[in-house]
């Protein structure tokens, strides 16, 4: 799968999002400690780490689902905040979330989730709305299933439905939490596939948390990755790099998929 | 700690033991005291689920009966083995260790090593993991439950002023209202109770009629059932027994609804859309309840003073026309509105306490399941307090209520 060609002239260009000394936790248990990386526009990030690391409470942070003890996550030059805290209702419309479950609103059809950003940011008419939803629906594969309830729905075509819902508005940003968790190997290409065609078309940037590393090194331009030991980033570059030439033993073990600690004659030495 | 595979074979003495019964779970054990301090035993046939705790318990036995002497046990002729066995070895390794006494194994068969490969020994520590755990002392208990009532009563507090804050946005704002539909609120909460709260208002007036005639007969009094009927039901049991009807009907269902939107990331979603939880979800229930309890309130009001009067008429004598006359003699407008201003507070605190359960479901689907039933129990308890806060406050009012 060919990835597509990102502008990577981060030098001058500022960068879409820059997260600063980020220290978060819950309680008195710290997650993550100064945390800093940016992301630039039009790039497909993907933070991936072993399980624990901290990957989705860095993701609840940069949407501000979680209020970070020290440090901060700017977007387009403006702090993210919960709404609660003041954050803007602007900079939350540039956002497009999936959530690893989906979040559908269960008791909307899949239309009436698509439509919901839409009846609630614009003033377009019911028939605008009706032809923006049908479009986003068969950018992910879904006409048809415009009159079904969530719960009428596979788990795949839930997360496309999520997807159409967190595109509604043709947000700057797409934040993806596990997409293809769950999912089969084919739905998982299609939905790699139909990210790729957004930043293509659309130029949004993305930043996923992952760890397939089939989608990782199908559609990623950049990986930063987390441990739980470090409380921070350990490796950051493009997936291919670190692949092969990373002397981290811990980024060779998730790169080659082998155990921790196992020897495996794919390691490159 | 590994097992040793040492290929040893010491002549045995045979006394084994014969299983009766079933064919498929025959073991056999069998001893032999080495000539130094060595014991040996030999284990063969199958050992499996069904037979695993009586091999076990005879291995304890010949073990604790021998406790000067190191045990090296012979797989050799074991047919079959699984976890059960597994489970076995660890507790012989745990008897010898306690006795200080060596444990080794001998001639095990590759198939059983892989089992074994997973275990490592020293680290394998199930004694109690089946109990529940273990609670904090009684100090530590209160002082966190002292912590628990001061956070729940912030809380409640927290939530009552974001809602009127939302509330207050949103009414001042009609323009950029986003709410969930309303209609279907009202619906939900107030037209679809109209069955339940007017059979139940009939019946409470019914039963109230019932149990005063018979009083009242006594002293030739019959016609002040009217009285009794018309004022109980007005003042206190139409807006009580509507406000309890829906808290059961619409307070645990917020509860319920939002509960389960809290696990399935909903509200998150919410959230990050840039949609505050609160104006979206609980400013429309709060509107929609506190406008459906007065409706409701009335038509229970109506149908329990009906219900008396059927009983009047039926047991005392009383004609329809008499019944509503004397009611209309001591009822005044002051009592329904009384009976109203209850109702419409007995509504915002059934939303309000119902949308705050649901926004507490933390975990699972138990979660859900306790927050409905609080929700449900904190409503009857904060309603009967309202209720009689009311009662004293109408009692010392100033005349304008008392008309």
């Known amino acids: ?269 | 700690m590994r097992w040793d595979t040492a290929h040893e074979n010491l002549p045995k003495a045979q006394f084994s033991e014969e299983h009766d019964g079933k064919i498929d779970s025959t073991y056999s054990i069998s001893i032999e005291k080495g000539a130094f301090d060595d014991l040996h035993i030999s284990l063969s046939g199958k050992i499996s689920m069904d037979t695993a705790e009586l091999v076990r318990e005879e291995l304890v036995k010949i073990i604790e009966a021998e406790p000067l002497r190191n045990v090296v046990l012979d797989l050799a002729r074991v047919e079959y083995f699984d976890s059960s066995g597994t489970a076995i070895l660890v507790e012989m390794f745990q008897v010898c260790a306690r006795l200080n006494n060596k444990l080794k194994l001998d001639n095990v068969p590759a198939r059983i090593q892989g089992l074994l490969d997973f275990v490592d020994f020293k680290e394998f520590d199930s004694a109690g993991i089946l109990q529940p755990r273990s609670q904090p002392s009684l100090l530590i208990q209160l002082g966190e439950g002292a912590l628990n009532v001061y956070t729940t009563g912030r809380d409640i507090l927290a939530f009552i002023g974001g809602a009127v804050e939302a509330l207050i946005k949103d009414l001042s704002h009609p323009g950029k209202l986003r709410w969930d539909g309303l209609s279907k609120l009202v619906e939900k909460s107030g037209t679809d109770a109209v069955p339940i709260v007017t059979i139940l208002s009939f019946l409470m007036g019914a039963i109230l009629a019932f149990q005063a005639a018979i009083q009242l007969r006594k002293f030739g009094a019959n016609i002040f059932v009217a009285d009794l009927v018309g004022l109980s039901i007005v003042l206190e049991m139409g807006p009580l027994l509507t406000g309890l009807i829906v808290s059961g009907r619409s307070g645990a269902a917020f509860a319920a609804h939002i509960g389960t939107m809290q696990l399935n990331e909903e509200v998150d979603a919410l959230r990050v859309m840039g949609i505050d939880p609160m104006r979206y979800l609980v400013s429309p229930r709060i509107i929609a309840v506190a406008f459906s309890v007065p409706c409701l309130t009335l038509i229970g009001d109506l149908a329990g003073i009906i219900g008396g009067c059927v009983v009047a008429v039926l047991s005392l004598d009383i004609t329809p026309t008499g019944y509503f006359n004397q009611l209309h003699k001591v009822l005044e407008l002051s009592d329904v509105l009384k009976g109203l201003t209850k109702s419409i507070v007995f509504g915002i605190e059934i939303a309000m306490i119902g949308c705050l359960r649901g926004f507490q479901v933390r975990g699972g689907a138990e979660s859900v399941g306790s927050a409905t039933t609080s929700a449900v129990v904190t409503c009857i308890f904060i309603l009967t307090v309202t209720d009689a806060i009311f009662s004293i406050l109408f009692y010392y009012s100033p005349p304008v209520f008392k008309s």
């Open chain 1, 1 to 269: 799968m060919e990835r597509s060609a990102s502008s990577t002239d981060g030098g001058s260009v500022a960068p879409i999002i820059s997260v600063r000394n980020l220290t978060v936790g819950y309680g008195d248990e710290i997650i993550l400690r100064e945390v800093s990386f940016d992301v630039h526009q039009g790039e497909v990030l993907a933070v991936l780490g072993r399980s624990g690391c901290g990957k989705s409470t860095l993701f609840k942070a940069m949407i501000g689902l979680v209020e970070p003890k020290q440090g901060e996550v700017m977007i387009d030059g403006e702090r993210v905040r919960s709404l609660a805290d003041g954050g803007s209702e602007g900079l939350l419309r540039n956002i497009g979330v999936l959530f690893q479950s989906g979040a559908l609103f269960s008791s909307m059809t899949v239309a009436e989730n698509v439509a919901f950003p839409l009846q609630q940011y614009t003033t377009l008419a019911e028939r605008n709305i009706e032809q923006v939803v049908a479009l986003k629906l068969s950018h992910v594969g879904l006409t048809g299933c415009a009159k079904y309830l969530p719960s009428e729905l596979s788990g795949g075509m839930q997360k496309r439905a999520a997807l159409a819902r967190a595109m509604a508005l043709d947000p700057k940003l797409l934040f993806f939490d596990e997409p293809s968790a769950g999912l089969d190997p084919v739905t998982s290409a299609e939905l790699d596939m139909t990210i790729l065609k957004i930043t293509a078309t659309l130029g949004t940037t993305i930043v996923m948390v992952t760890h397939e590393l089939a989608s990782i090194f199908g559609i990623a331009n950049r990986v930063i990755m987390l441990d739980a030991k470090e409380k921070g980033i350990i490796a950051q570059g493009k997936p291919e790099e670190l692949k092969t030439s990373s002397d981290d033993l811990r980024v060779k073990e998730f790169f080659n998929r082998t155990a921790a600690g196992e020897k495996s004659e794919s390691l490159p030495e």
